[in-house]
């Protein structure tokens, strides 16, 4: 599996040797992330050339008044990196109860990333604020 078209030419300008780019495993997984972030974080209708491109605005649930839809979440979390990031294979997003960030909501997400013969497992957490921002961490 490749990197980014843009992350893959900046990489070749700066080597002197095309042939010689192998694939940096962690540079791999940490383009994935902030790709998901910003996935995460930009709201559904806002980009000019893909309207479906985002998530929907969650803040609205998040706000106290009523239980989110911790269901509708989920599949709009998966729906959206399935569609968006398609270095990711046999992704899973789960929801994770926890009180270590309250008023949050955390959700897991595993998947596999195939790089040539190799497959390397990828994790990572997604907290979504009551503001409707999403922060990773591994």
């Given at each position: 599996m490749k990197e980014r078209l843009l992350k893959r030419i900046s990489a070749w300008e700066e080597s002197t040797d095309v042939n010689s780019y192998e694939v940096d495993i962690n540079a791999l997984v940490e383009s994935i992330k902030d790709d998901l972030e910003k996935l995460y974080n930009t709201k559904r209708g806002t980009v000019l050339i893909d309207d479906?491109?985002?998530?929907?605005?969650?803040?609205?649930?998040?706000?106290?008044?009523?239980?989110?839809?911790?269901?509708?979440?989920?599949?709009?979390?998966?729906?959206?990196?399935?569609?968006?990031?398609?270095?990711?294979?046999?992704?899973?997003v789960t929801f994770v109860e926890q009180n270590k960030f309250p008023g949050k909501l955390q959700f897991q997400i595993n998947a596999e990333i195939k790089i040539k013969e190799q497959v390397v497992a990828f994790s990572v957490n997604a907290l979504l604020s009551d503001d409707g921002s999403v922060n990773l961490n591994a």
């Open positions: 479906n491109f985002g998530i929907p605005d969650f803040s609205y649930m998040l706000n106290g008044y009523s239980a989110p839809d911790v269901g509708s979440i989920l599949k709009q979390l998966h729906l959206q990196t399935k569609k968006y990031e398609p270095r990711l294979q046999a992704m899973h």
